[in-house]
């Protein structure tokens, strides 16, 4: 009796559960690497860094429905308010300390990140760009704060309370002697630039450009040399 040998099942492309700057984010960290994901929600993020790059570290979350999210996962996760501070943790303890879409909500940004470059060595923040043209069409046509599928809620219940602008960001970097090693505009060019030569051509757009055409952006810093 002969044995029909079934081809291999390819593996499962766990990055069709990340958000598009969550796979950017994804990319930039590098096998193996300590990590402190802040305010990470239900996990996905984390998740996958443990599973697919070999990760090891920690997430931080406040939220009592995210806390359950990361333990049925299995995640390595602890409350904390990252407004007060990253004090649990020493200079230098992670190569990764990652923000994802979680800027807009704390109330002392400029802290936070300083905090997150004290205990990490390459940071990694991505955030709704409140430059992009849409918004800026929505608010100039209706009048009102503008909804998208970023920026869902209601202005009065939203927990969207420092809203910014990719050139508010790198202003922000330079004021406070932050390296800027790379940044991406997410969805300029018609989705996330995976490939080198098109992150390439998106490094290369006009910052007036990439702040018009961006509905996310994400960056990857580290401490400045002087």
Same mark, same amino acid.
């Given at each position: ?49 443990? $599973?697919? $790059? ?42 990764y300390v990652i923000l994802s879409q979680t800027l807009q909500a704390v109330r002392r940004p400029r802290f936070v990140i ?7 060595? $390459? ?10 043209? *849409? ?24 927990? *969207? ?17 932050? *390296? ?17 030569? $098109? ?24 401490k400045g040399k002087g």
């Amino acid at each position: 009796m002969t044995h029909r040998h079934e081809p291999p099942h390819p593996a499962p492309d766990h990055t069709s559960e990340l958000r598009i700057d969550q796979e950017i984010i994804a990319s930039l960290v590098q096998d193996g690497a300590r990590i402190l994901d802040l305010g990470c929600g239900d996990g996905r993020l984390l998740d996958y860094l443990i $599973k697919n $790059k070999n990760a090891r570290g920690f997430g931080v979350e406040i939220s009592t429905q995210g806390m359950h999210a990361c333990i049925a996962r299995g995640l390595p996760v602890y409350h904390g308010d990252i407004d007060q501070g990253l004090s649990d943790h020493t200079d230098g303890a992670f190569d990764y300390v990652i923000l994802s879409q979680t800027l807009q909500a704390v109330r002392r940004p400029r802290f936070v990140i300083r905090e997150m470059l004290r205990v990490g060595k $390459k940071i990694i923040v991505s955030f709704p760009n409140f430059g992009h043209w *849409n918004i800026r069409l929505k608010l100039m046509v209706s009048g009102r704060m503008p909804k998208t599928p970023m920026l869902p809620h209601e202005w009065f219940d939203t927990p *969207n309370i420092r809203m910014c602008t990719v050139l508010d960001f790198q202003d922000l970097c330079r004021q406070m002697g932050i *390296n800027i090693i790379e940044q991406i505009p997410l969805a300029a060019w018609g989705g996330p630039p995976r490939s080198p030569l $098109k992150r390439h051509l998106v490094k290369m757009l006009p910052r007036t450009v990439a702040n018009l055409l961006a509905p996310v952006a994400v960056f990857l810093l580290e401490k400045g040399k002087g």
